[in-house]
């Protein structure tokens, strides 16, 4: 018997056992509606745990490895689920099982092991690593590249991945996002915004740059700190944080996302209290698991769910607030995906289109299937490219359905992943963060900087 997966089965054993495999689950799971396979589906899955805690089932079988990998790891069956069970986090002691007995693992996951123990662990290295990338975007190599297809006779992984890099480009131009009546958003329960007093210092908050998004987003921190601001907060971003260790967890690495998150606990610490805001869904969601990683642990328990308790959403973080207006950007249609671990993970809701309200005149689209999974999951694209892009293509065809030319989105991975399939789909799409659409808006309205960070 794995003592990894007993020991989260022991830890969650009356929810795991509590699942009544009613089936609810399996509608929202966007492999299982894929594949039609139940293995695919939580349930399935979930028999596939308890076999091997069980030890009916060895955990080097071939039948767990394939079923748990493919995974998304979205969390939808959590919300549907009436018996409670936390399947996200079975998941991941599921996955530490699997890489404490992956000896014949691929190419492709050795490499992403050996990249989130030696680079991602190494805050300087990873730092060049992002460096190297936005060169490589920037200069245009990524793209010149990939239209010589050198990249896909080295393998389709080495292509999506440039793909990916190359869609994290900013927008051409400030992004033209409005002109006519608000659609969608003042039809739903949203409370129109306001205009909101100047800034209080009294309200601090403690911003998390996220690894790829500082990497390669850098302008949704600086639009996030603008929108901030202008809102009433007084922001800092604490030294020495580091990767919030969500794509550590995801691959089984339970004690590289630990030693991360050990980092980000002393860097925010705060004798205030102070809120500590995302603006990306993946970390988010991370980053509030803290307090269930360290579960058990004597030394660092309480510590870790103080801090879990401090973590919102910027969207969250403005919702008991009269957000302030700006100015209308544009007359293209946008439409709003939602994070899986938004939703899923910090439970924001609808919080994330009060931002884009506040946009005077938005001709806003509503998105059929917002809620699920766009095949990103981290770097689920490049572990499973055929199931993802599969789960990609369900959601580029209601993007398509929509008429929108700007599509926003809450996390870095899921912009990459959308961007990504609508150039190889040949769609004519912006993606950008909601938050972004909004700094613009203030930029226009003359309550913002000119200029801001534009990588």
């Keep these: 018997m794995s003592s990894q997966l007993q020991a989260t089965v022991t830890a969650h054993e009356d929810k795991l056992l509590a699942c009544i495999h009613c089936g609810l ?40 490895e394939r079923h748990i990998n493919r995974c998304l790891g979205c969390r939808a069956c959590e919300p549907v689920c ?37 680079i991602w662990l190494k805050p300087a290295r990873l730092r060049l690593l992002f460096t190297f990338g936005r060169l490589m975007r920037d200069s245009r190599l990524a793209r010149l590249l990939l239209s010589t297809r050198i990249p896909r006779l080295i393998s389709k992984e080495a292509e999506f991945g440039l793909m990916l890099l190359e869609s994290s480009r900013p927008m051409s131009e400030p992004p033209a996002v409005a002109g006519g009546y608000t659609q969608g958003l003042s039809d739903s329960h949203i409370n129109p915004p306001a205009t909101a007093g100047a800034s209080d ?40 944080q580091v990767c919030c260790g969500a794509l550590h967890a995801h691959a089984g690495d339970l004690e590289g996302a630990r030693q991360l998150a050990k980092q980000n606990i002393e860097a925010f610490t705060n004798e205030n209290a102070a809120p500590i805001i995302t603006n990306a869904g993946g970390c988010g969601a991370m980053l509030l698991s803290y307090s269930h990683l360290f579960a058990g642990d004597a030394d660092w328990s309480e510590r870790a769910h103080a801090f879990s308790n401090r973590v919102r959403d910027i969207s969250q973080q403005l919702q008991g607030k009269e957000i302030k207006t700006g100015a209308e950007i544009g007359p293209a249609q ?20 009060r931002l884009l309200q506040a946009i005077p005149n938005l001709r806003f689209v509503p998105l059929i299937g917002s809620d699920r999974c766009c095949g990103g999951a981290g770097v689920y694209n490049l572990m499973e490219p055929e199931l993802s892009a599969r789960v990609l293509n369900d959601k580029l065809a209601h993007v398509s359905e929509s008429g929108a030319q700007v599509l926003a989105t809450g996390n870095p991975g899921c912009h990459m992943q959308i961007k990504a399939g609508a150039f190889l789909n040949d769609m004519r799409l912006e993606v950008c963060h909601p938050v972004e659409l909004l700094a613009e808006s203030y930029r226009r309205a003359g309550t913002g900087p000119e200029s801001e960070s534009r990588h």
């Design 25 to 64: 689950c399996l509608e929202a799971c966007p492999t299982y509606v894929e594949t039609g396979d139940e293995n695919d589906g939580p349930r399935g899955r979930i028999y596939l745990m308890r076999a091997v805690a069980e030890s009916r089932l060895s955990a080097s079988s071939p039948t767990f």
């Design 82 to 118: 009436p018996a409670g069970v936390e399947y996200g986090q079975l998941l991941e002691g599921a996955r530490a099982t699997l890489q404490a007995n992956d000896n014949k693992a691929s190419w492709t996951s050795r490499t992403l092991h050996f990249v989130l123990r030696h």
């Design 201 to 240: 210092t009294r309200n601090p908050v403690q911003i998390f740059k996220g690894c790829v998004t500082e990497g390669l987003f850098k302008r949704v921190n600086d639009a996030t700190k603008l929108v901030l601001d202008i809102n009433g907060y007084s922001t800092s971003t604490p030294n020495n």
């Design 334 to 353: 946008v439409t709003y995906d939602a994070s899986c671990h938004l939703i899923n993970g910090q439970h924001a809701g609808d919080a994330p289109l």
